[in-house]
């Protein structure tokens, strides 16, 4: 009996120990060695679009976005993993850091459906 209850236990401690892996796994940073150096990049709005809507990144460099929002309406630029901005108005502008570059990311407008009507850019992560 004593031996069953410990590998009851022991499994629900692996499946804890699963869990946790599958939580960090979601971040870009994913196993890359951080180089320490920072892509600086000023994205802004043109129409319904982003420029630049391609960003090259460095594998392992850390990437921070300054979006301005040049446009005539509200956006805001929201990346794969969490990062983004608020909702800006026309004018404003706000500093985005996106964390460490492992691989390539999207980044995308989230208000309204501005992402389908082309506000979308790709983040590019080069060796
Ligand atoms: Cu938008």
Redesign the pocket.
Known sequence: MPLTRRSLLTRSALATGIGLLALTGCSPAADVPATGETTEVTVH?EG?RFVPDVIEVPVGNALVVTFENT?D????LVFDGGAGSDHLSPGDSQVIEVGVIGSDLDGW????N??A?G?ELSVKAVE
Do not use: L
Request: net charge neutral.
């Open positions: 709005v319904m446009g309406v509200v956006h805001d407008c989230s208000v309204s501005h992402r009507m506000m």
